[in-house]
């Protein structure tokens, strides 16, 4: 049974900075491209960043670029989502994805954690 298990979301003041969590079981980790995305209220789930095993490559949402640092860590099967010079924007309820690499259609989702930035 595969379970993607997010933490560190919260509240947060404009300006601070979270760090996400998401720990994984039930996959072979490495093998699989993860994911952030979010989705605030009234809006449509986005893609926030995404990171590739084993070049560990990663892509950003141009909101994002510059502020937030995605990593994993294969050996603990984590991916990590640093957020850095947080905004309003920001709040929303984070997901973690789970993409395997070569059969695009596996793929599982964390069941979220909120993300709120407020003065």
């Known amino acids: 049974q595969v379970q993607l298990v997010e933490s560190g979301g919260g509240l947060e003041h404009p300006g601070g900075s979270l760090r996400l969590s998401c720990a994984a079981s039930?996959?072979?980790?490495?093998?699989?491209?993860m994911s952030w995305y979010r989705q605030a209220p009234g809006k449509e789930r986005e893609l926030v960043a995404s990171?590739?095993?084993?070049?560990?490559?990663?892509t950003y949402a141009d909101s994002v670029k510059g502020r937030f640092t995605i990593s994993r860590d294969n050996a603990k099967d984590t991916v990590y989502l640093q957020m850095n010079s947080l905004k309003p924007d920001d709040t929303a309820v984070y997901f973690c994805?789970?993409?395997?690499?070569?059969?695009?259609?596996?793929?599982?989702w964390g069941q979220g954690t909120q993300v709120t930035v407020s003065a």
């Open positions: 994805h789970a993409r395997h690499r070569r059969v695009p259609g596996i793929n599982y």
């Open positions: 990171i590739i095993s084993p070049s560990d490559s990663t």
């Open positions: 039930g996959l072979t980790f490495s093998i699989y491209t």
